[in-house]
């Protein structure tokens, strides 16, 4: 079964600080992975995903993640936060084949500082 | 845009309780999900469905049942609640499994309290 580290459990930045979260999963196949955002009180959403193809993907809010292979790392990059990034980002991953649920990372709860 | 709805925001029940937790999406999705999500545990996956009338447990299924008699709605269920149970529990939809793997769309969660 696949698992996945999110090894920041709480970061604190000030505005425009550059951001990067860790994210590292175990798993022996070929692997969709995604970086989903919850802000304060609202729903869990999609900040950007990889199936195949460019290792370097862009989400929104002008978020990016590289896809290492060679580490089993999908780490999540941002190169200025702003207060209103604060918020608890979680990495998940799911296989190609097999069963297709999410597993989650624990997830990372960035604090950004005005 | 894919609206995934869930039935109360926050519940308070006894230990012993039976509970029900309510699904529904609106985007004609095949696959739902429930989680449940713990500060420090991310969200965990407590039982899928992949077409109505089938389900398959996930990691932790133990207390848990569900059950999806519409393609739409998708039912946790605890059967007698236990002060363990006390998270706040997610329901997802995401459609067919294809090539392209598609994203989940969340609900806004219910945050269970067992008393």
């Known amino acids: 079964a696949q698992s996945v580290s999110q090894h920041n459990h709480h970061v604190i930045l000030s505005e425009a600080a550059s951001l990067e979260l860790g994210c590292n999963y175990s798993?022996?196949?070929?692997?969709?992975l995604f970086w989903y955002v919850q802000y304060p009180g609202q729903h869990l959403q999609l900040l950007l995903k990889y199936f195949s193809g460019d290792p370097l993907v862009k989400g929104i809010k002008g978020f990016e993640a590289e896809f290492i292979k060679s580490k089993f790392s999908f780490n999540l990059r941002k190169p200025s936060v702003q207060w209103s990034d604060t918020a608890e980002y979680f990495c998940?991953?799911?296989?190609?084949?097999?069963?297709?649920?999410?597993?989650f990372g624990s997830g990372t709860r960035l604090q950004v500082q005005p | 845009d894919v609206k995934v709805t869930q039935s109360s925001r926050y519940l308070v029940k006894r230990t012993g309780e039976k509970v029900f937790l309510e699904c529904v999406q609106d985007?004609?999705?095949?696959?739902m999900f429930w989680y449940r999500q713990d500060p420090g545990l991310g969200l965990r996956l407590i039982y899928f469905?992949?077409?109505?009338?089938?389900?398959e447990k996930g990691d932790i299924p133990e207390g848990y049942s569900v059950s999806r008699e519409k393609k739409e709605r998708f039912s946790l269920i605890l059967e007698s609640a236990s002060t363990n149970q006390t998270s706040m529990y997610l329901c997802?939809?995401?459609?067919?499994?294809?090539?392209?793997?598609?994203?989940?769309?969340f609900g806004p969660g219910t945050r269970l309290t067992v008393l």
């Open positions: 798993y022996g196949g070929t692997v969709n």
């Open positions: 998940a991953v799911t296989p190609h084949t097999g069963r297709r649920a999410l597993t």
């Open positions: 997802a939809s995401s459609p067919p499994y294809s090539s392209s793997y598609n994203e989940q769309f």
């Open positions: 985007m004609d999705h095949e696959n």
């Open positions: 469905s992949y077409d109505v009338k089938m389900k």
